[in-house]
């Protein structure tokens, strides 16, 4: 069974940036969709705006990190360059972000309900994960080693 295990990491490790990119933007979710339904509960008076923010600010910080380090495999050079690739993942997530909380608020605003808000927020998020990844391959992560 570990081994079983050992040889599926090592496959999906090894598989195509668009794989790991879609496994990335699934963990990234879990934690934006954690992330509000914590602020929701801890904070239950906050409007619903702060639970979006909260979630979108800890899925973009999750999101880069493994984008940076296993989906695009790219070396830190400097902190200057650190800081562009940030900036530029940044103003692309913004565009992105238009797209998630449009769908997000959309799907919220048309049924009501926190179900329809989460659907809305996952179809939005999946669509614009799918936009990221040929901004962030072309013009994010290009000295990538992969």
Same mark, same amino acid.
């Given at each position: 069974?570990?081994?079983?295990?050992? +040889?599926?990491?090592?496959?999906?490790?090894?598989?195509?940036? +668009?794989?790991?990119?879609?496994?990335?933007?699934?963990?990234?979710?879990?934690?934006?969709?954690?992330? %509000?339904?914590?602020?929701?509960?801890?904070?239950?008076?906050?409007?619903?705006?702060?639970?979006?923010?909260?979630?979108?600010?800890?899925?973009?910080?999750?999101?880069?990190?493994?984008?940076?380090?296993?989906?695009?495999? =790219?070396?830190?050079?400097?902190?200057?360059?650190?800081?562009?690739?940030?900036?530029?993942?940044?103003?692309?997530?913004?565009?992105?972000?238009?797209?998630?909380?449009?769908?997000?608020?959309?799907?919220?605003?048309?049924? %009501?309900?926190?179900?329809?808000?989460?659907?809305?927020?996952?179809?939005?998020? +999946?669509?614009?994960?799918?936009?990221?990844?040929?901004?962030?391959?072309?013009?994010?992560?290009? =000295?990538?080693?992969?």
């Amino acid at each position: 069974m570990v081994a079983l295990s050992r +040889s599926v990491v090592r496959l999906v490790s090894d598989s195509h940036p +668009s794989l790991r990119y879609a496994i990335s933007a699934v963990v990234s979710v879990v934690a934006n969709l954690v992330a %509000q339904q914590i602020t929701v509960v801890g904070a239950s008076a906050a409007p619903l705006m702060v639970s979006i923010i909260v979630g979108t600010i800890v899925g973009f910080a999750v999101k880069y990190l493994i984008d940076k380090t296993w989906t695009f495999r =790219e070396a830190y050079t400097t902190p200057k360059a650190e800081a562009h690739r940030v900036t530029l993942s940044g103003l692309f997530s913004v565009l992105t972000t238009l797209i998630f909380w449009a769908f997000e608020l959309g799907f919220y605003a048309i049924w %009501q309900t926190d179900f329809a808000k989460y659907t809305g927020a996952v179809l939005g998020l +999946s669509i614009g994960y799918i936009i990221k990844f040929w901004l962030d391959r072309r013009h994010v992560f290009r =000295e990538a080693t992969v």
